[in-house]
């Protein structure tokens, strides 16, 4: 998965030291209520499209443009669904990070799910009473959560 050139850059100082990030996902769903999911490449979960803020990014252009590179998949967001930190994680290459994470509900626009890069083996739209297996515990979550039809935010309080 390509890491952000920022990331990087913190690594050389930081090696595999924990770092706190800003990250974003989203529950993208089409008109017939399917939701979009890819089948990660690091670990073979299926998940909801997420990534990381470059600096002075605004969430919600990071978020479409995460579909965009990740699906080749065009949206328009229709609101944040909830703002969560994940637990504390360990990637392949030793890397520890810590995500606070924005979920936002996207609505399909255009253009045909693909793996559009080399974070995704696979991608398609699923039913949300029949979700693929194995899928990553953070997507179940925020699937829950979208789909609940609330009109304020999610948040641990």
Known sequence: MPVPEFI?????????????LSGVSAVVVDDDG??????????????IVSGILEPGEQPAAAIVREIREETGVEVELVRLTGVD???????????????????????WTGGTPQPADDENVDVGWFSPDALPTPMNDS???RIATALRGDEGAWFAR
């Open 8 to 20: 990087v850059e913190l690594r050389a100082h930081v090696g595999h030291a924990p770092l706190w």
């Open 34 to 47: 399917r939701i979009l999911l890819g089948r990660r490449s690091d670990n073979g979960n299926w998940a």
């Open 85 to 107: 930190v994940t637990p504390p994680l360990t990637h392949a290459n030793g890397d520890q990070a810590q995500y606070l994470d924005l979920c936002f509900l996207a609505r």
């Open 139 to 141: 997507s179940v979550g």
